[in-house]
């Protein structure tokens, strides 16, 4: 693949790559280290990148793994609280996201894709499935066990 | 109210006009925010971030790489240059007249008591014509009559 070509990939999809990637880590740098990486990965299927229809769903299934293993490594690392997950206190889903941003840490990638992507983002199950390239069975059990892990992780905590 | 994803919000972005979300959109004035949020952010990308990291997404696609192709490509100058120096060291011609360690020439004269060594230890030197210096001797002497 021809460096114009690439270029002309970046330009146009380096826009949501960098919101995803900005939304998720809160930090202009960082979004923008991410925001290359992620298109670096999402050069390794170009054809996908040519297709505005999966283009986007996959674009954002890499940027959003991406991001949450820059979130676990640096919490891992010491060099920075996890940030809010947009989280207004006055939002009717504020406890439940609340929980999510506490216990998001202690599950694997792709539930906390899972998480993120139903209970931060406000999607769709169908459209959570279809960005990771999941069942939407899958985005269910996944959730449902992602609940109740956090609800007794939250009970035991209190106790 | 359900507001729409981001996901919806970018494909809405990317093109309006096959959006799911037009309408909801239309009269939402959340949306419409958070819209113009992602257009600033888009445009913050174009006029920051794009300059700034376009060589380095670039880099892997432009950075010479070895592979055993382009080592052929390589290897075929060295190959041809090889081909002509041998043509071109590769050795005398028909006519060339020599010997490994020079021309030695001994006269010898037919005394009565038998025939003896007159002269000798006259030699050319190789890297010298020998034409030029012990021709008449050469000429004397032929290769034939050795």
Not at chain 1, 60 to 81: D, F, K, Q, V
Not at chain 1, 84 to 95: A, E, N, R, V
Not at chain 2, 86 to 106: A, C, Q, S
Request: aromatic share 6%.
């Amino acid at each position: 693949m021809g460096g114009d070509h690439i270029a002309e990939l970046y330009r146009q999809w380096g826009p949501a790559i960098y919101r995803r990637c900005l939304r998720l880590l809160h930090d202009q740098e960082g979004a923008r280290d991410a925001t290359q990486e992620v298109f670096r990965k999402a050069l390794s299927s170009p054809e996908k990148l040519s297709d505005p229809d999966l283009a986007l769903p996959f674009i954002y299934r890499i940027a959003t793994n991406h991001c949450l293993n820059e979130r676990r490594n640096s919490g891992r690392r010491g060099e920075t609280e996890l940030a809010d997950l947009d989280m207004p206190s006055d939002h009717p889903d504020f406890p439940t996201r609340r929980l999510v941003q506490r216990v998001l840490s202690r599950f694997d990638a792709k539930t906390q894709s899972i998480a993120v992507g139903v209970l931060v983002d406000g999607m769709e199950h169908e459209e959570v499935a279809d960005a990771l390239g999941i069942s939407r069975k899958t985005v269910s059990r996944k959730l449902q066990r992602f609940l109740e892990h956090a609800r007794k992780y939250l009970e035991r905590s209190a106790a | 109210m359900n507001h729409p994803s981001e996901l919806k919000l970018e494909r809405h972005l990317l093109d309006p006009s096959r959006s799911s979300v037009q309408s909801h959109v239309e009269g939402c004035g959340d949306c419409q925010s958070r819209l113009a949020l992602m257009e600033k952010q888009g445009e913050d990308f174009r006029r920051f971030v794009y300059p700034a990291t376009l060589d380095k997404v670039l880099e892997p696609h432009t950075r010479f790489r070895f592979t055993p192709l382009k080592a052929l490509w390589l290897a075929a100058p060295a190959m041809g240059l090889a081909a002509v120096l041998v043509m071109v060291t590769r050795g005398p011609d028909k006519d060339y007249i020599g010997e490994k360690g020079g021309f030695e020439l001994t006269a010898y004269a037919a005394l009565p008591d038998g025939t003896r060594a007159w002269a000798t230890e006259t030699r050319c030197r190789p890297t010298l014509p020998c034409a030029s210096t012990c021709g008449r001797r050469r000429s004397a002497r032929s290769p034939s009559s050795r």
